[in-house]
C-alpha cells in the first residue's frame, strides 16, 4: 500500500550544517500494517514521515501510495490520501471553531470546498455516534469551542479528525508526548483501537518503547537517515526493551545510554 523507496534527503548541502536526513531509505506496508518508528533525535524519524507528508520534496527516491506516485505532490494534494495527527494538540484543529464545525470541515478534507457548512440533523446524529465511542462526554458538547478543551480531548478529537473519511495512510508524530501519562494512555488506547477496528495503514513515531512494542504489528528503528532493524512476526511478540537496546547498539555502534528515547518506557 506504502513504498517509500531509497529516499535521500540532505539538508543545508555545501555548508558546515549539511546533514543527510534520510540515506537511501526503504519501507514497504501492506494494508493494515501499523509500524511503530523509534530511535534517537536526529535518527531520521520526523524527516521520513515528512517527506511521505509531502512537507519537502526528496533529492532522490520515491513514494507511492496505492499505486499512486506522489513523489513530487504539494501537501494540500495529499490530503485526500493522508490524515496526519502532531505532537501539538493546538495543532490539527481550528480553536476558535466549535467541535461540529471542526468535525465537518474533517469530512471535506481533500475535497471541494464551498460555501456550504452542510451542517444538519443526519451529520450531528453521526458526529454523536462518532464522539462517544471516544468515551469522554464530548457527544454532548457539539456546539463548544475547542479552546475550551483539555489537551486530551482536543488530541483525541483530532485523532476522530484524522480517521473520520479513513485515510489511506495515518501518520502519528509523538501525538502524545505533550500530554500527562494518564491521558496519553488513554489516547494510545484509542489508537489502537480505532486503527485496528478500521483496519488503517498506520506510521507512528514515538519515544516511549513500551508503545512501540505494543502498538501494531511492526516496529522498526532509524539511525542517522536510516532504518537498521525491522522487527515484526514472532520476534517482535516476544521483544523486551532491554532485548531492543541490545539489538540497537549492536547494529548501529552506538551505545545508548543516556537518550530520551531509552528513558520512555522504562522509567
Not at 38 to 50: P, V
Not at 105 to 113: D, E, F, H, I, Y
Not at 187 to 198: F, P
Request: hydrophobic fraction near 40%.
Amino acid at each position: 500500500m506504502l513504498k517509500v523507496d531509497n529516499l535521500t534527503k540532505v539538508f543545508n548541502k555545501n555548508t558546515i550544517n549539511e546533514k543527510k536526513a534520510l540515506d537511501q531509505v526503504s519501507l514497504h506496508l501492506s494494508p493494515g500494517d501499523f509500524v511503530t518508528i523509534i530511535g534517537s533525535n536526529g535518527a531520521g524519524k520526523s524527516s521520513l514521515m515528512n517527506a511521505v507528508a509531502g512537507v519537502f520534496i526528496p533529492d532522490s527516491g520515491e513514494v507511492v501510495i496505492d499505486g499512486i506516485n506522489i513523489t513530487n505532490w504539494a501537501p494540500h494534494k495529499r490530503a485526500g490520501l493522508i490524515s496526519r495527527v502532531f505532537q501539538d494538540p493546538m495543532s490539527g484543529t481550528a480553536a476558535s471553531m466549535t467541535i461540529e464545525e471542526n468535525l465537518i470541515m474533517a469530512l471535506k478534507r481533500g475535497k471541494k470546498r464551498s460555501l456550504r457548512w452542510a451542517l444538519n440533523k443526519s451529520k450531528r446524529e453521526y458526529f454523536c455516534s462518532e464522539l462517544e465511542k471516544l468515551g469522554l462526554g464530548l457527544e454532548n458538547r457539539l456546539t463548544t469551542k475547542v479552546k475550551l478543551l483539555s489537551g486530551g480531548q482536543r488530541q483525541a478529537l483530532t485523532l476522530l479528525m484524522a480517521t473520520l473519511e479513513e485515510p489511506k495512510l495515518l501518520l502519528l508524530d509523538e501525538h502524545t508526548a505533550a500530554l500527562d501519562p494518564k491521558t496519553a494512555d488513554k489516547v494510545i488506547e484509542l489508537t489502537c483501537r480505532v486503527a485496528e477496528s478500521s483496519q488503517l495503514t498506520t506510521m507512528m513515531i514515538t519515544h516511549n518503547l513500551e508503545q512501540a512494542l505494543s502498538c501494531g504489528n511492526r516496529t522498526i528503528m532509524m539511525h542517522e537517515g536510516r532504518i537498521i532493524l525491522d522487527i515484526k512476526g514472532t520476534e517482535r511478540s516476544n521483544m523486551t526493551i532491554s532485548r531492543l537496546l541490545e539489538m540497537f547498539n549492536k547494529a548501529s555502534g552506538v551505545q545508548m545510554n543516556n537518550d530520551r528515547m531509552m528513558l520512555a518506557g522504562t522509567l
